[in-house]
């Protein structure tokens, strides 16, 4: 079926230098690249870690999804992704199953990748992100 490797662990941050800062001083890591993303309005950093990535989202305005998010709940876990070879025939199972979406069709994310989100409801609480894999 599909392989669903982990791309992601996204947090959210109210400023990005601050949080990048913090890992290179404790874990001596550093991003591997910056991006405005928009859309989203955010910014994100990408940390390495092993064959996945810590994204740092620090959002570009309050009124934003993520923006949003801190302000309710504070800093912290945001959501996370997994890797899928198809996303399509991925959003396909998924809405087959009676899954809840956030997205019913790909998007463009970070990098250029296509991305969809996956209602919380249907992850017992956890945002799920799919990202369609380049290779
Ligand atoms: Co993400």
């Given at each position: ?10 947090l ?61 709940r ?6 996370i ?19 809840r ?27 799920v ?7």
């Open positions: 079926m599909f392989a669903y490797n982990l791309d992601h662990v996204a959210a941050v109210r400023d990005l230098e601050t949080a990048l800062d913090d890992y290179d001083r404790l874990f001596g890591a550093k991003a591997m690249y910056r991006e405005v993303v928009s859309e989203q309005g955010v910014e994100e950093a990408m940390i390495a870690v092993g064959g996945s990535f810590v994204q740092l989202l620090q959002p570009l305005h309050p009124d934003t999804p993520v923006g949003r998010f801190i302000e309710s504070g800093e912290g876990m945001h959501h992704a997994f890797a899928v070879a198809d996303i399509d025939a991925a959003l396909a199972h998924l809405k087959a199953e009676g899954s979406l956030v997205d019913e069709e790909p998007r463009v994310g970070g990098r250029g990748a296509r991305i969809a989100f996956v209602h919380p409801k249907a992850f017992a609480g956890t945002l992100e799919l990202v369609e894999s380049s290779s």
